[in-house]
């Protein structure tokens, strides 16, 4: 009945692409055609339109499907397009809509470099606002716009990025009240994950660490957009303080160019380009097909979200914002097997996670090393924990000031339930066999002494290892690292001043320096290459319903309909996979001819 679903499923898809593939080549077509110009030439000046109120990843899903499902856009597809808008002639302008929100503050770094790259070619930046309200790291989405030549704001909408706040929900006494008992061991004192389950208001530490970051992110956006600005840092962080700055105050306070709606200062982008120019989405330009490398490949190997084992389990419209270590481990290794490669980029955007699949990652970064090809860390909004675990040994580190790492420490523990649910005329009872230890994460019991002992043992062990790994990848005695660890959450800024961070800067000068470790001269032509290469949407199929013979049919009929080899290749190894796994001895995926 199962693979009865999983083949209508696979089924229902497929004539749902069939039905829609023309319409998105078409679309692609007429895309291509009006970015390309006819054959009479090119159709006049572009200018590219980036909207960023629909959220910002750090990478693009692996999964072609996500991309539809996607209303946002990630930075390094920001970066890797403004960088080839830079050289292309037809871009004579970006024109950039800002959110109402917060921005994450790495990434936002990270765009308004790109940027300033962008405009350094003498092509202007229009950037418009509706308005930006105190929600989140909005200093941070102020810093994008004071990034541009020209700074509109709606007439009647106001500027408020007064500063940087954060909050923190505490359970503490709602946990005491219901009879939950949170067990929790951390390591140490900074790493506060576990707070919010067991305290009622910030420990002094949590404190401490919290507004450390908090001011570090605060003082480099005010300091950025002053820079930009051409203010002095105090006078434009005066003028933000005051507070809310509706439309001709924000100007005379000097925080925007222009007031005017949306569509004038289109017009005006418009304008400046030159005759006949055309506003082109950013999605549109994007999805251009780059031209060829050429010169020596440098791998590019991504990963974003919490760090654990085993492979991603496909979903045909899921996005991938989970690191899932044998996927990430094996880019690396094809990488290390691949002549062509000289050097690898590994792109890190997380939290943390599993120690023990960030060091199934990391021993890949270890032969990727002892193979002689340099692997240099780019992080993105967060490189922290398991993050900061898998980038301990590359061969160099690159962080944007604002990216949140270190956090090198480890907690774990349990809710014990058995009052809270108790109160309710429900009972936990447990069986175990084997040694007492079976039991020791039972939630109706608190940990035993002998268990709370073992347990903490085990955090005790995983810490030191960390510790290990990163005296050793940064080359700093272990009483040091002992010492600005403890769990302690860094900005990228802090972390280089303390020796966790090489370099600040983001993709483009990890790129540089994957350059100069791997001996390629400075004029010479680099290709980037991506480890996985992103899978086209088939194959995508055909890994969403390789659970059985009849959705692997189902795929050779569509095949067949779509008169696409590559689709009736990738449905025969589906059936031939399918075979094997069920005992029979598979010479070749398609019958001999």
Avoid: C
Avoid at 111 to 135: C, E, N, W, Y
């Amino acid at each position: 009945m199962k693979q009865f679903f999983v083949t209508v499923a696979a089924v229902f898809v497929g004539l749902l692409l069939f039905m829609a593939l023309p319409l998105i080549m078409f679309t692609g077509w007429l895309t291509s055609a009006v970015l390309q110009g006819g054959s009479d030439g090119p159709r006049g000046p572009v200018v590219i339109e980036l909207d960023l109120r629909q959220g910002v990843t750090d990478q693009d899903p692996q999964n072609p499907f996500a991309l539809f499902g996607e209303s946002g856009v990630s930075v390094m597809r920001i970066v890797e397009t403004l960088d080839r808008a830079e050289d292309d002639d037809r871009v004579r302008g970006l024109f950039v809509r800002l959110p109402e929100g917060g921005i994450t503050p790495a990434a936002a770094d990270e765009i308004r470099q790109a940027i300033r790259r962008f405009r350094r070619t003498g092509k202007p930046v229009i950037a418009h606002s509706q308005g930006m309200l105190p929600a989140g790291a909005v200093v941070s989405s102020y810093m994008i716009g004071a990034s541009a030549s020209e700074f509109w704001l709606q007439g009647n909408a106001s500027l408020q990025a007064a500063g940087l706040a954060t909050e923190e929900i505490f359970f503490g006494r709602a946990f005491e009240r219901y009879g939950i008992n949170a067990q929790f061991e951390q390591r140490y004192e900074y790493k506060n994950a576990p707070n919010p389950f067991l305290q009622s208001d910030y420990t002094a530490p949590h404190r401490e660490a919290t507004l450390s970051w908090m001011n570090s992110v605060y003082i480099n956006a005010v300091a950025n957009a002053a820079r930009d600005r051409e203010m002095e840092r105090a006078d434009l962080q005066a003028a933000l303080e005051e507070g809310p700055a509706t439309g001709q105050v924000a100007v005379e306070r000097g925080l925007v160019d222009r007031l005017g709606q949306v569509e004038e200062a289109e017009r005006h982008a418009l304008t400046r380009a030159g005759e006949n120019a055309h506003i082109v989405s950013f999605g549109d330009y994007a999805s251009r097909p780059a031209q060829p490398g050429r010169g020596a490949v440098i791998a590019v190997i991504g990963g974003e979200g919490a760090i654990v084992t085993g492979p991603a389990q496909s979903s045909p419209f899921g996005g991938d914002s989970t690191i899932f270590s044998d996927d990430l481990a094996e880019a690396i290794y094809d990488a290390i097997e691949d002549d062509s490669v000289r050097a690898i980029v590994l792109r890190v955007s997380s939290p943390g996670g599993s120690d023990v699949a960030s060091e199934q990652i990391l021993a890949a970064v270890r032969a990727a090393i002892a193979a002689d090809k340099p692997v240099v860390v780019s992080m993105g909004a967060y490189a922290a924990s398991g993050g900061y675990w898998i980038s301990s040994e590359a061969s160099h580190i690159v962080a944007q000031p604002s990216t949140l790492t270190g956090s090198i420490g480890v907690f774990g523990g349990k809710f014990v339930l058995a009052e809270a649910l108790g109160r309710f005329g429900i009972d936990v009872r447990g069986l175990s066999v084997g040694g007492d230890y079976a039991d020791a994460f039972a939630t109706g019991e608190a940990f035993s002494a002998e268990d709370r002992a073992a347990f903490a043992g085990w955090m005790d062990s995983v810490y030191n290892e960390f510790i290990e790994r990163v005296a050793r990848g940064r080359d700093l005695p272990e009483a040091r690292v002992r010492e600005i660890a403890r769990g302690r959450v860094w900005t990228g800024a802090q972390a280089r001043q303390l020796g966790l961070v090489d370099e600040l800067g983001g993709f483009h000068e990890a790129v540089n320096r994957a350059r100069v470790l791997a001996e390629i001269g400075e004029d010479d032509d680099i290709q980037l290459r991506r480890f996985p290469a992103q899978r086209s949407p088939w194959e995508e199929l055909a890994r969403a319903f390789s659970g059985g013979t009849e959705a692997a049919e189902a795929l050779i009929t569509l095949g067949a309909v779509a008169r696409d080899p590559e689709v009736r290749a990738i449905a025969a190894r589906v059936r031939a996979e399918r075979a094997r796994s069920e005992g029979s001895v598979v010479l070749a995926d398609e019958p001999l001819n």
